[in-house]
């Protein structure tokens, strides 16, 4: 690129007369860049001494060239006008400058001088550049065209081109200065748009990618809630409070805080205090009315209706304005209760019983108004004998008899739905009894009041649970060591004196009580299996709010159990109050044996894997049989460990999702794959454990007869990879998704037996014959005296302790895990040992085939040059040829079936 002048004429060297130095140096030139055309650049020359080249304004000098007329005149420049020297070769006439210092200069530039120590005569001066608008700019700056600006916050240049303008910031990036050559990177939590100043922290995963992942604030939650609505809750940092409109009263909010638990920052529960639900405009209307003899039917089917249809909507405040209109009605008439209103606010109380959720009852006074109200109920109807039932909740009411010390009364019918049963006088054991009580009359004669629930809804207590197999999954999801879990797993009862608010005291005349226990079958993890460990008569502390058991109870309790084998539990009591009986669960699982057996499956898979590896260079060894064989059993056993992996994978991760399966099930299709190739892989591991078998006996008993084997490996393939396919094939046919079972994801019963336990015992009593009949070979023919080299004897006795290791090793676990299959309550001994002996046959697989195989550790010593390879010695040969003769095999301390003629090499 070359500067044009406007006088040019001027300026060209003359050639019929000597120039005069003197004029050259007063010669001022003046370079337009105007005009300046890049496509047609013009060669123009100059002369000058102390010139002073004059461009146009704006002008952006890259670089320029003077050509002297005379050698070493370029020694006598002192400055290039800013340009820098260019040290590169060129002729001795020739001066090349750099001038990129001139493109930070304001606008450009509006002269160039040069500077020499004495006179020089120039032939031609190049001044190469471009107008100021292509300049090059400066990092974090632009070309405006006349001169460079530094970029905005929220933008950045790297320079070095012809930057117009900067570029925006990218999504999750800012840039709070001016002038910058980069952006930031948002931390994590923090978004920001395209061209941001600052980043934005999470409120959403849809605000943008960066907040799909986040892991310092509490993930996004949606929450959907019967009562209160449905509220998505922003993503938040550590001790953060959300707040969001309720749903129902939107001048209101409900509340959320992101606190740091065991299992990092998550959202506490939501504080809904202040909301209102979709009844609680309706419910403040009927709690307002005054109620009178003449409206008192109305508002008892207003509360009811509203009760029947939305008690699942209700919250803790409609609970108890709902407590306070039954109350009201029951004081509209001192003396009696109108029959309909009596049947109203039982269908009210059921409806609350059996709609509320157990949350909204736990804490306040909630509960215990309500069961206050319901003792008013009770005492209001109190006069003659009667009982009066809804699904979930009964009432009745025993009037003392004069010629009676007590009270006695059975309840039979339904556990699970009280409307039908029956009240029956005396105490009886009829097989649908439900719960009978022996009650001591009162010194006044008052009648026995008894409100019977179905279950422990108006009874909050943090000590029990309500779900035991839903509690014991989150035990095993988070590894929690065997705890015992509480439940009532009868109908709570509430004994008590008409017109009484205590408990009264009853000293040795002690209350019986009998109660039929609930079926209780926890789904749990397949590792756990939930199980009573003990009953116990509890009765509610209303002060601790909490079922008190043992002496503090003051109840004595015994277990019965009727001809058809269904429990039932007797208790005798000091006093009358709200009982119940309380079942202990437990369960077997010891996170410590999961933990032990996934770190010892994992290291034997490990060993699995470095055993192939540490044959690959054994060339020799990997052309005979039994290390082949070998191999093969490791790969089917590597393959059953896998799986086996996955079929935890399937099974934890729908325990984590709350999807724990019951046997009745079906399983599902991921299910149903894990367990066939569970089922394949293991049959194969077995078929190659025969074929060792085989192929050993061939060896140390049939020495007489030629082991050869015409392409033995393809047989063996075929027969110990294509006879286990059948088996799951027929179990799949046979019973398709019931071939799987749904908890553990391995075979379901009867299917296993014939895909799976039956084939196994086959293979394991099939290679117990051998090895006995092997035994019996060897020690044979060393009592007669048999004409074997003892070196030749000594290995036979070696490979056979080697192979009787592998093979028991394999056999015997199989073993106790039938002992496992088959007893369900096998003691932890038990499961321990089998747990040593199936996750370590890797480890020792690994020790016999390669830690103690003398010949495949000279192969690798070898191989990494810690021997000398030139020096003769037989030992290090791991395999000898005899004259006319095909191989032998000679391994060390290995597993061996070549102490007869070994396979041809053709094989």
């Not at 650049?41 to 003077?66: F, K």
């Not at 509220?231 to 749903?247: D, F, G, H, T, V």
């Not at 056979?800 to 895990?817: P, Y």
């Amino acid at each position: 690129q070359v500067l044009r002048t406007r006088r040019q004429s001027q300026i060209r060297p003359r050639t019929r007369q000597s120039p005069q130095p003197k004029q050259w140096y007063q010669r001022r030139v003046r370079a337009d860049l105007t005009d300046y055309d890049p496509t047609n650049p013009a060669e123009q020359s100059y002369g000058a001494g102390d010139e002073d080249v004059a461009l146009t304004s704006n002008s952006h000098i890259t670089s320029v060239v003077l050509i002297f007329k005379n050698p070493g005149e370029k020694e006598r420049v002192t400055s290039l006008g800013g340009c820098e020297v260019d040290d590169s070769e060129y002729p001795d006439n020739v001066l090349v400058g750099n001038c990129a210092s001139h493109m930070l200069k304001e606008g450009g530039v509006d002269s160039i001088t040069f500077s020499f120590s004495d006179t020089v005569i120039l032939n031609k001066l190049f001044v190469f550049g471009k107008p100021f608008r292509d300049a090059e700019s400066p990092p974090g700056y632009y070309n405006t065209g006349t001169k460079f600006v530094e970029c905005p916050k929220g933008t950045f240049s790297k320079g070095h081109g012809m930057i117009t303008e900067c570029s925006n910031c990218l999504r999750n990036q800012y840039q709070g200065f001016t002038g910058q050559s980069s952006c930031f990177n948002c931390n994590e939590g923090f978004y920001s748009d395209a061209g941001a100043e600052v980043c934005l922290q999470c409120e959403s995963i849809n605000d943008s990618e960066a907040c799909h992942d986040v892991s310092n604030v509490c993930p996004e939650v949606k929450e959907e809630s019967e009562v209160y609505g449905n509220y998505n809750w922003p993503l938040a940092s550590e001790n953060k409070s959300m707040k969001l409109p309720c749903q129902y009263n939107v001048d209101s909010m409900a509340v959320k805080t992101c606190r740091m638990t065991s299992e990092g920052l998550m959202f506490d529960k939501t504080d809904f205090t202040a909301c209102h639900t979709r009844v609680s405009e309706q419910i403040d209307i009927i709690n307002e009315k005054a109620v009178d003899e003449a409206n008192q039917i109305e508002v008892s089917e207003e509360i009811m209706e509203i009760a029947e249809k939305d008690s699942n909507f209700m919250n803790s405040d409609n609970v108890e304005k709902t407590s306070n209109i039954i109350n009201n009605l029951l004081i509209v008439d001192p003396n009696s209760l109108n029959p309909e209103v009596k049947t109203n606010i039982l269908k009210t109380v059921n409806s609350v019983h059996s709609g509320i959720t157990v949350e909204e009852m736990e804490g306040g006074q909630t509960a215990k108004k309500m069961r206050e109200s319901v003792k008013k109920f009770s005492d209001k109807i109190a006069g003659n004998d009667e009982y009066i039932k809804e699904r979930t909740v009964s009432v009745a009411i025993k009037k003392s008899r004069d010629n009676s010390p007590k009270s006695d009364f059975t309840v039979t019918g339904s556990l699970s739905n009280l409307t039908d049963t029956t009240l029956d006088d005396g105490l009886n054991s009829a097989d649908n009894f439900v719960f009978s009580a022996s009650v001591p009359r009162s010194k006044d004669g008052k009648e026995v009041t008894a409100v019977l629930y179905d279950s422990d809804t108006f009874y909050p207590d943090n000590t029990s649970v309500r779900d035991i197999g839903k509690e014991m999954q989150q035990l095993f999801l988070k590894g929690t060591e065997k705890k015992a879990l509480k439940k009532i797993v009868s109908m709570v009862t509430e004994i008590s004196y008409a017109d009484t608010t205590e408990s009264v005291q009853l000293g040795e005349d002690r209350i019986g009580l009998k109660y039929s226990l609930k079926e209780e079958k926890p789904v749990v993890h397949y590792k756990q299996a939930a199980y009573a460990t003990s009953y116990s008569c509890v009765y509610y502390n209303v002060d601790m709010e909490k079922w008190v058991d043992g002496d503090e109870s003051g109840c004595k309790y015994k277990i019965e159990v009727d001809a058809n084998g269904k429990e039932s539990v007797s208790c005798e009591c000091d006093h009358m109050t709200s009982f119940a009986v309380l079942m202990s669960f437990s369960s077997d699982y010891d996170p410590i044996e999961d933990y032990v057996s996934q770190i010892l499956l994992s290291i034997s898979l490990g060993c699995l894997l470095c055993t192939l590896v540490a044959y690959l260079p054994a060339k020799d060894m990997l052309k005979t049989r039994t290390v082949r064989l070998n191999l093969l059993l490791v790969t089917s056993l590597i393959l059953a460990i896998i799986t086996f992996f996955c079929m935890e994978l399937v099974v934890t991760d729908a325990a984590r999702k709350g999807n724990v399966a019951k046997d009745t099930d079906t399983a599902s299709f991921p299910c149903v794959i894990v367990a066939f190739l569970m089922n394949y892989f293991w049959l194969c591991q077995m078929a190659w454990m025969v074929t060792e078998a085989i192929v050993m006996y061939r060896a140390l008993v049939s020495c007489v007869v030629n082991s050869h084997i015409h392409r033995y490996m393809l047989k063996f393939n075929l027969a110990c990879w294509g006879i286990p396919l059948i088996f799951p094939i027929i179990g799949v046919c046979w019973g398709q998704t019931k071939f799987a079972n749904p908890r553990t994801c391995f075979l379901q019963q009867p299917y296993g037996f014939v895909t799976f336990y039956g084939p196994v015992v086959a293979c394991v009593i099939f290679n117990i014959f051998i090895f006995c009949r092997i035994a019996w070979s060897i020690s044979r023919n060393q009592n007669m005296g048999t004409k074997v080299p003892v070196s030749d004897m000594e290995r036979r006795k070696k490979q056979f302790k080697f192979a009787i290791t592998v093979m028991s090793l394999l056999g015997v676990s199989w073993i106790f895990g039938f002992f496992l299959i088959f007893n369900q309550n096998s003691t932890q001994w038990l499961r321990y040992i089998f747990i040593l002996l199936n996750s370590t046959q890797g480890i020792f697989i690994f020790v016999l085939y390669v830690a103690l195989n003398d010949n495949l550790k000279k192969v690798w010593l070898k191989l990494l040059g810690m021997t000398d390879p030139d020096k003769p010695s037989h030992s290090s040969v791991p395999y000898s040829r005899s004259k006319g003769s095909r191989s032998t095999m000679v391994i060390s301390g290995a597993p061996s079936s070549q102490l007869c003629p070994a396979e041809d090499p053709k094989d």
